[in-house]
């Protein structure tokens, strides 16, 4: 349901500053609200559909931040990085501001799809083990993949420190070195292992489909949108996969 805020409060809660520094904003006639000037912090407006600019750069108002990137390799999703930049030098810094989080870290060398969120539910959904919300991997292998190989895989590989053998649900193969490899699960260095497992060795690892939410052909490297409605629907656990 639509809110009406002042737009100081507005730019505050959007991440771009303190709300004296969003007055000041406001004042020095900075800020667009709809298409028309605004320099009137008080001002109120409906926050539905709202649209705004801050200094020329344009924004749409969002209520709790729902977003994908393309993680390149070479980064971390941290925001106190070690070794390599942070994936959240590569957003917008008032989005950075909400706190948002990545859900489900990738490894530094691992690309591909990642969702990131400042709405604490959806993130425990997510990533929850109750919901085992499917993940697809594109894995290229060293060497060349067999047929036993995916069946042991299917079957399941018996990983050190853990109980019980660790099962793919799905695993096909592209070509001799590239399989597609669908987790339900999130162990550490899960598809390394398992591919080790099966006495092979994973030289490129890619994420390319979270739940029935496709990495976007048109997104490129580096690159980060908000999630749409039909991408929210397409990410929403079904009921079957939750566990009591």
């Known amino acids: ?70 993680k390149p390799g070479n980064y971390e999703c941290s925001h106190k990085t070690q070794h390599h930049p942070t994936i959240y030098s590569l957003l917008p810094h008032p989005l950075v501001e909400r706190g948002v989080q990545c859900i489900g870290r990738l490894d530094e060398d691992t690309t591909g799809l990642i969702l990131i969120s400042d709405d604490g539910q959806f993130i425990h959904k997510m990533s929850s083990p109750k919901w085992k919300v499917p993940k697809i991997y594109e894995v290229t292998c060293k060497h060349p993949v067999s047929d036993e190989q995916i069946a042991h895989i299917l079957k399941g590989v018996q990983l050190i420190d853990e109980d019980a053998p660790i099962a ?53 490297v580096g690159e980060w949108r908000w999630l749409s409605e039909e991408d929210l629907l397409k990410l929403k656990p079904q009921e079957n996969q939750a566990t009591a």
């Open 1 to 70: 349901m639509a809110k009406k805020l002042s737009i100081e409060r507005i730019l505050h809660n959007q991440g771009f500053g303190s709300r004296k520094l969003c007055r000041i904003l406001i004042i020095n006639e900075e800020v667009t609200v709809n298409g028309e000037l605004c320099d009137d912090p008080d001002a109120a407006f409906d926050t539905d559909k709202l649209s705004y600019t801050i200094k020329g750069e344009p924004w749409v108002y969002h209520e709790k931040s729902y977003l994908m990137l393309h």
């Open 168 to 220: 793919a649900l799905s695993c096909e193969k592209i070509s001799d070195h590239v399989i597609h490899m669908t987790l339900a699960e999130g162990k550490y260095h899960q598809v390394k292992r398992m591919v080790a497992a099966i006495s092979n060795r994973v030289e490129g690892l890619k994420r390319i489909q979270i739940g029935q939410l496709k990495l976007p052909d048109d997104l490129k």
